[in-house]
């Protein structure tokens, strides 16, 4: 038995390295990989939302480059000082504008997430409540922001913060459905690794009890893995959200089992 202990764990070290390799990856992919690719991910929308401004900008065409928002430049050289731009912005229903500026220029603002068309010696005219009434308000300049959350490329909705999810959960008393299962997703970002190094052990035990029923059986085996790891995520979430299940528990719970299982298995092998 003791020999048979002894194979199995030079069995399993060139896996355990492995499967270390394998969580070392997980968590710089989960701790800095995914919210570098969000940031860049933002930064491509942000780019993409001012290449479609400045094509919106084609002389002698009516072009709307967010919902909600026309724009006209009257044909003439870019250099001559009678070039005007005209906006039509109706984003607010009960505050629709006219714009008129001599001068114009495309600016981004990467830390509030906007593209912006600053509008140089113009008039903004604009209906007050009364259908009877017009005003108009003469500028030097006006920055016309265009969020990145009002175009058709909006990047993915930002993670709150920890604080600010643990601020929301006890002001509902820790009963924020949504709340909680950020709380949770927060958790599983360890959570999520820590699964990988447990599925890469208990490989070794699945892989050694399933040489008797061949190739088939072993993959038949690791698919039913998988689908039961997956539903008791399932089930832990849904358990978080009707707060029958602190969010902590919920995250950890799937993996706790499976550890069990594979030190149980470990040992059942070793025995033989």
């Known amino acids: 038995m003791q020999t048979a202990g002894l194979s199995l764990f030079r069995l399993a070290r060139p896996v355990l390295l492995f499967a270390l390799l394998v969580f070392g990856l997980t968590v710089w992919l989960a701790q800095w990989g995914q919210p570098w690719s969000s940031t860049n991910l933002k930064k491509v929308a942000l780019n993409l939302l001012r290449d479609q401004l ?9 072009n709307e480059p967010i919902p909600k928002i026309m724009i006209y430049v009257p044909d003439g ?48 005219h604009s209906r007050p409540n009364q259908a009877d009434q017009y005003e108009h308000v003469s500028f030097v300049s006006y920055d016309l922001k265009l969020p990145l959350n009002q175009s058709g490329y909006s990047a993915t909705e930002e ?14 008393q820790w009963r924020d459905p949504s709340a909680l299962r950020r709380l949770m997703e927060y958790y599983k970002d360890l959570a999520f690794p820590t699964a990988s190094l447990i599925f890469c052990l208990l490989g070794i035990p699945v892989g050694i009890a399933s040489k ?33 299940l ?23 092998v070793s025995r033989r």
């Not at 993670?159 to 002001?171: E, K, N």
């Not at 993959?219 to 689908?227: D, N, P, Q, Y």
């Not at 602190?246 to 706790?256: E, H, K, L, S, V």
Request: hydrophobic share 50%; net charge negative; proline share 5%.
């Open 77 to 124: 050289t870019p250099d001559q000082a009678t070039t005007r731009i005209f906006v039509s912005d109706e984003r607010k229903a009960d505050d629709p504008r006219i714009i008129v500026a001599q001068h114009y220029e495309v600016i981004m603002d990467t830390s509030a997430d906007q593209v912006a068309l600053r509008l140089q010696h113009g008039v903004i």
């Open 212 to 244: 008797r029923s061949g190739r088939i059986g072993g993959f038949a085996v690791g698919v039913l893995v998988v689908i039961i790891y997956y539903m008791l995520n399932i089930a832990c979430e849904f358990l978080v959200t009707t707060a029958s």
């Open 159 to 172: 993670r709150p913060s920890y604080d600010a999810i643990i601020g929301q959960l006890a002001q509902s």
């Open 54 to 62: 400045v094509l919106a900008l084609d002389r002698g065409t009516f």
């Open 246 to 268: 602190p969010p902590f528990a919920g995250a950890w719970i799937p993996n706790g089992l499976f550890a069990v299982t594979t030190v149980v298995w470990f040992s059942i």
